[in-house]
């Protein structure tokens, strides 16, 4: 079955805690993406990554970093976490053949505190 | 700039009945137009994909149809059911040709939250 995987469903934590959200896919797909959801504004790409060790910045990375050294994994990395963080994460992987279609994870809800 | 238009922002209806959203996009150059479902809490789900060339199509009770040339896109849903309560977002894909490095970028609309209401 194609998946998305993302680990932790919830999370709460404290402001400048290190933290990862993991997330894995089984589909083989090169393009993987992170985005944020928040009340009002809808989904906003965080980073992005085209393939193994290329990554590139979405619409609003600031805070955030990311690594692609497999194919299956993008892992979303927040080094100092802050309460303007707080917010529903996805992550995506995208079907960039001629009909795209991203697979979305369950979502991680995260609250810094 | 890029940009995806959803109207109205909610919607509230009865069980049974029907009703349309509503995409506008200013995508270019244009790949496709998906209807995405995301129901509260969840990731979103694909129902349809609308190419250019394309006018009408349907998944069950939901039908979307897009016009290319006024670059506007409708979800309508039949009869509706209890479980069709949740945000239905439009996303636009960049054309993977002539798009450059910007292909597979998604354009994400505001989405439309339906309630529906026994």
């Known amino acids: 079955e194609a998946q998305v995987t993302q680990n932790p469903r919830y999370l709460i934590t404290v402001t400048g805690k290190k933290l990862t959200v993991t997330c894995s896919q089984n589909m083989n797909h090169e393009y993987m993406s992170w985005y944020r959801q928040d009340p009002g504004l809808g989904l906003r790409q965080i980073y992005y990554s085209m393939n193994v060790e290329v990554t590139d910045k979405g619409d609003v990375p600031e805070g955030y970093k990311v690594s692609r050294k497999e194919k299956r994994n993008f892992p979303l990395i927040l080094e100092s976490p802050s309460p303007n963080q707080t917010s529903l994460y996805f992550c995506?992987?995208?079907?960039?053949?001629?009909?795209?279609?991203?697979?979305f994870g369950q979502g991680t809800r995260l609250t810094v505190v | 700039k890029n940009q995806v238009e959803q109207s109205p922002q909610s919607l509230i209806i009865l069980e049974g009945k029907n009703c349309t959203l509503q995409c506008n996009y200013t995508v270019s150059p244009f790949s496709n137009l998906r209807w995405y479902k995301q129901d509260t809490g969840r990731g979103p789900v694909s129902l349809t994909i609308m190419t250019f060339s394309e006018n009408t199509k349907s998944n069950g009770r939901y039908t979307a149809t897009l016009d290319a040339d006024t670059k506007q896109s409708s979800l309508h849903i039949t009869a509706s059911q209890l479980s069709d309560s949740a945000s239905y977002i439009c996303v636009v894909t960049l054309d993977k040709v002539t798009g450059g490095t910007s292909y597979g970028k998604l354009t994400f609309g505001q989405g439309t939250i339906l309630t529906v209401h026994p």
């Open positions: 995506a992987s995208t079907w960039t053949g001629g009909e795209t279609e991203a697979f």
